[in-house]
C-alpha cells in the first residue's frame, strides 16, 4: 500500500532546493521557492527568459549543464521539472540515495513528494493535495479561495455557479468575461470551456499589476484560472504562475531588458492562432496591458482576426510603485499633476516622442518607467532646458516585491547615485517635490 501523503509545511529559507530543468514548468515552480527563501540552485543546459531573469538578478544560482548525481549534496528538496522519463529517473534515484524528497513533473506515482494547488490569503497559505488529481486539488482550492474571497468581501462580481471545472468530480465555474442579452454584460462560463467542442476562443488581456502578487484584479485572477493558455511577460509576478492548472501551456513571451526577446509579430501569432484553435488565451502584462506594455498592437491583431477580446486594466507600476515607497505621485499644496513617460529611448534620438523641454517647464511630478539605462542622458537633458538640478529624485527597484530598494537623491546626482548602489531594471524614476512630502 502507498498510503495517505502525510501534509507538511517546508521551512527553506537558505536552505538548497535544487531544480532540473529550465522550461515552463520550472518557470511555473521556482518563484514559489523564492518566496518561501529557499537556496535555490538550477541544472539545465537552458533557460527561459524569465529563469534568466533570476539568474541575472542574482535570486539562485544557474548551472548551465546536464544533471550530475553530485549536485544533491547538501540539498533537502529536489524538484525534477523535465519531461524525458529516463533523465527524470536518474535524478529520482540520486535523490532516493541520499532520503532527499522528490518532487517529479513527469510522473506523480514515481515521486515522493508532491507540490499542492495553493492559493494564499494575506499570511494564510491553503494548500491542497487530490489524492493524485492535480485538477481536482485545483477545484478544491479555487472553491476555499472563492469562501475567503467571500468572507473578506472580495467575491467576484456575479458570485460562482456550480458546474465542472475541468475536474473528473467536478467543481465551481467561475463567471466568465463574455455578455449575453439580460446578463448585465456577463455570462457564466465553466472554467476551460473554451477547450474543443467547436467553442470559439477568445482572448483576456489582463494587467498582473505591480509585482506582488496580491495586486492583480479579482477579475484578472478568476480569468487566469479559466485559461487553457497563459502568454506571460517576465515582469508577471512569478507567484501567480506558480497557481496554473496543470494542463494550462504556459507560453514564456519574456521580454528581458537589452537582452533577447521573442517579437512581438510572433506573440500576436500565438494569440491570433490558439485563440482560432478554440482556446481561452490569457496574455498576463505587468502593470497595465495598455501603460506601455502593446496591449493595443495585440488587441488590433486579435480583432482582424476575428477573435474577442476583453480588457482588464491593471494596477500600473507608474502609481503604485512610488506609493508603497512612500511617494505620492500628487500631494496637497505640492504637486496638482503626474505625467508618466517611457525612458526606453534616449532624449537625443530621432525615434523619441517624448518633448523633453515641455517636462523640464512642468511644476509636478515625473515618472519615468524603462529609464534606468538612460537615466544620465534623461537628467541632463531636463537640467539644461532648465530643470532645478536640485529637484528631489528617487529611483524604486522591483517596487512592491520582497526585492524592492529605494534610493532618493537629486535630479543632477540620481544617475551617478544609481550606478554607485548597483541599482538595475525593473525600476521606476519619480522626479518632482513628492519625493520628500511625506517625510517626516
Known amino acids: 500500500m502507498s498510503g495517505n501523503p502525510y501534509p507538511l509545511g517546508l521551512r527553506l529559507a537558505r536552505r538548497r532546493v535544487v531544480v532540473v530543468g529550465g522550461g515552463a ?14 537556496d535555490v540552485l538550477l541544472v539545465s543546459p537552458e533557460l527561459t527568459p524569465a529563469l534568466r531573469a533570476h539568474v541575472d538578478a542574482g535570486r539562485l544560482r544557474w548551472e548551465p549543464r546536464r544533471f550530475a548525481p553530485a549536485d544533491l549534496d547538501g540539498a533537502w528538496l529536489v524538484q525534477v521539472a523535465v519531461d524525458d522519463r529516463v533523465a527524470a529517473a536518474a535524478v529520482s534515484a540520486a535523490a ?10 513527469d510522473d506523480r506515482a514515481a515521486a515522493t513528494a508532491w507540490t499542492p494547488a495553493v492559493t494564499r490569503h494575506g499570511p494564510v497559505t491553503v494548500a491542497v493535495l487530490g489524492g493524485g488529481d492535480p485538477h481536482r486539488a485545483m477545484a478544491v482550492r479555487d472553491a476555499v479561495r472563492d469562501l475567503l474571497n467571500v468572507r473578506t468581501g472580495l467575491a467576484p462580481a456575479g458570485g460562482t455557479a456550480a458546474g465542472p471545472a475541468g475536474s473528473p468530480g467536478g467543481g465551481p465555474a467561475a463567471t466568465g468575461p463574455e455578455a449575453a442579452p439580460g446578463s448585465g454584460g456577463r455570462a457564466p462560463v465553466a472554467a476551460g470551456a473554451a477547450r474543443g467542442g467547436g467553442v470559439p476562443g477568445r482572448v483576456a488581456l489582463v494587467g498582473a499589476g505591480p509585482g506582488d502578487p496580491e495586486l492583480i484584479t479579482v477579475k484578472g485572477w478568476r480569468l487566469l484560472t479559466e485559461a ?5 511577460d517576465r515582469l508577471v509576478p512569478g507567484l501567480l504562475l506558480d497557481e496554473l492548472r496543470p494542463d494550462v501551456e504556459l507560453v514564456d513571451a519574456s521580454k528581458i531588458p537589452y537582452g533577447p526577446s521573442r517579437a512581438q509579430e510572433e506573440i500576436n501569432r500565438i494569440l491570433v492562432e490558439r485563440a482560432l484553435a478554440g482556446k481561452f488565451v490569457v496574455r498576463l502584462k505587468g502593470g497595465d496591458p495598455y501603460v506601455f506594455g502593446r496591449g493595443g498592437e495585440e488587441l488590433l491583431a486579435c480583432a482582424e482576426a476575428g477573435v474577442p477580446v476583453t480588457v482588464v486594466p491593471g494596477v500600473t507600476s507608474s502609481i503604485a510603485v512610488p506609493a508603497v515607497a512612500g511617494i505620492p505621485v500628487t500631494h496637497r499644496a505640492v504637486a496638482h499633476e503626474f505625467t508618466v513617460v517611457s525612458g526606453h529611448v534616449a532624449p537625443d534620438s530621432p525615434a523619441s516622442l517624448v518633448n523633453w523641454e515641455a517636462l523640464a517647464a512642468l511644476r509636478g511630478t515625473l515618472v519615468i518607467l ?5 537615466l544620465a542622458a534623461i537628467t541632463a537633458t531636463l537640467v539644461r532646458h532648465g530643470k532645478d538640478p536640485a529637484t528631489p529624485a528617487a529611483v524604486v527597484q522591483e517596487g512592491t516585491t520582497g526585492a524592492q530598494r529605494s534610493l532618493r537623491s537629486t535630479l543632477d546626482a540620481v544617475a551617478a547615485d544609481v550606478a ?19 517625510d517626516v
Request: with cysteine; glycine share 10%.
Open 228 to 232: 487553457d493558455v497563459v502568454v506571460a
Open 370 to 374: 524603462m529609464g534606468l539605462k538612460n
Open 25 to 38: 514548468v520550472a518557470t511555473r515552480r521556482v518563484p514559489a521557492l523564492l518566496d518561501a527563501g529557499a
Open 420 to 438: 554607485a548602489a548597483g541599482l538595475r531594471p525593473p525600476a521606476i524614476v519619480v522626479i518632482g517635490d513628492v519625493v520628500g512630502a511625506l
Open 96 to 105: 532516493a540515495e541520499r532520503r532527499i524528497f522528490c518532487v517529479r513533473a
